[in-house]
């Protein structure tokens, strides 16, 4: 658990409560925390009583007991394959409120109340794109939504107060509000976030029987493209299964750029197969510059590297002569050398002053790569 970050709470709080949360997981803790730091009364409930109880004791909000007034909305916050029958109680059991859920996936949740004849007046469904590798109230955030998309589905039918009170909660988290149907966005987290997924698995599902001398040499590539395979497999299961369409054509398609490569790879003396190989890395040097950064994708830094001893108070000082050089760090990675005992600092900063900063620092001492 952490505080949000000082700020967020400058402006007044546009959700009135009291607001229940469904599944005081990750997600429902995190929107308990947030909302809790910006004064608004929420109520918790889960499947499990120690879970809740938990994110209580953190301060998400307090458990609902039966005493409690109806909520003004709710917030769904379950597993995927549960999600359904959450919002379909929801909606049953406060008729007056506003029903919003945080699944994942968005077009399976619906199309299932829809079969069941739900009336879906006072739905709206969302996704905020937000999340940890762990799941759990324990590692819950009250930041964890800040500048980050948030996904809101409405259809021509969403009332304009339900679409407003949904939109306020996002805006109340500090979430960026993005309008989208359920197929655009299931089509979208597909690509950006399930194939991920799946590529980041299979590829650390590959480092099981490698040798210790072989995982010994890991650095940041292998870290950057596997960190996401440490999430919760129960959780993905129900994700891409929910998902499934999108998800096989891309992991088609992507099978067949893995085979192309590979074939070219294999014969590079064929005519032409050294400029497949070069066009497909080309690609992807285009593909990672439109990831937005987040001053969004047009303003992207440049990252300088210097070497630290690996002991306390090097990062300190690192970081009070950057302050007294005048240079602005935008953003700070570290690494640390396996077996040795020095880190490395990756520090962001815009491209104009990276190479001032470089000189001014080898000028006072550090090194620099
Ligand atoms: N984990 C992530 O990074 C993200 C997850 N989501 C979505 O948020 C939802 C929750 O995910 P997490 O918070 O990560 O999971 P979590 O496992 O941390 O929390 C889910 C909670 O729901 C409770 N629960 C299960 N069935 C329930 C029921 N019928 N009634 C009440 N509570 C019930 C569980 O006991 C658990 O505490 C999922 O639908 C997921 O797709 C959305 C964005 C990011
Ligand atoms: O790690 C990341 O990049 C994430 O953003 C995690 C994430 C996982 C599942 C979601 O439905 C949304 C976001």
Redesign the pocket.
């Known amino acids: 658990m952490s505080a949000a970050p000082k700020g967020n709470g400058a402006r007044a709080a546009r959700t009135r409560g009291p607001v229940h949360v469904i599944g005081a997981g990750l997600l429902g803790a995190s929107v308990g925390l947030g909302l809790r730091e910006r004064g608004i009364d929420v109520t918790l409930e889960d499947l499990s009583p120690t879970t809740v109880a938990l994110a209580a004791d953190y301060g998400a909000g307090r458990v609902r007991t039966a005493a409690d007034p109806a909520p003004a909305i709710v917030i769904v916050a379950t597993p995927p394959d549960v999600a359904a029958d959450a919002v379909e109680r929801a909606l049953t059991s406060f008729p007056s409120a506003v029903v919003t859920d945080v699944t ?1 996936v968005k077009l399976a949740p619906l199309l299932e109340l829809t079969r069941r004849g739900v009336d879906l007046t006072n739905y709206v469904g969302s ?7 762990r799941g759990g109230a324990i590692m819950a955030r009250a930041d964890l939504f800040v500048a ?1 998309p948030w996904v809101i589905c409405r259809d021509e039918a969403t009332p304009a107060e339900a679409l407003t009170l949904v939109e306020g909660v996002a805006l109340d988290l500090g979430g960026v509000l993005i309008e989208m149907t359920p197929e655009e966005h299931d089509r979208s ?1 597909g690509l950006v ?1 399930h194939l ?2 799946v590529v980041s698995s299979l590829l650390a599902a590959r480092l099981v029987p490698a040798t210790e001398q072989a995982i010994g040499l890991a650095g940041g590539g292998l870290r950057d493209t596997t ?2 395979a440490a ?1 919760d497999p129960e959780l993905w299961m129900q ?1 891409l299964g929910a998902n499934r369409e999108p998800v096989v054509e891309l992991l088609d398609a992507f099978g067949a750029d893995i085979a192309a490569f590979a074939d070219a790879l294999r014969d590079p003396a064929q005519t032409g197969a050294k400029r497949r190989i070069a066009d497909l890395l080309a690609a992807g040097n285009r593909g990672v510059g439109r990831i937005p950064g987040k001053h969004g994708s047009s303003e992207r830094f440049t990252t300088i590297t210097v070497l630290i001893d690996d002991t306390p108070g090097q990062l300190g000082l690192l970081l009070t002569e950057l302050g007294e050089l005048g240079i602005n760090m935008e953003d700070l990675r570290l690494e640390h050398s396996p077996g040795a005992q020095i880190g490395f600092a990756e520090i962001a900063v815009l491209p104009e002053v990276a190479e001032r900063a470089i000189t001014d620092l080898v000028e006072r001492g550090w090194r620099t790569l």
């Open positions: 994942s996704h905020p794109m937000a999340g940890r590798e980050r987290v976030s991920p997924q960190r996401i999430s994700i």
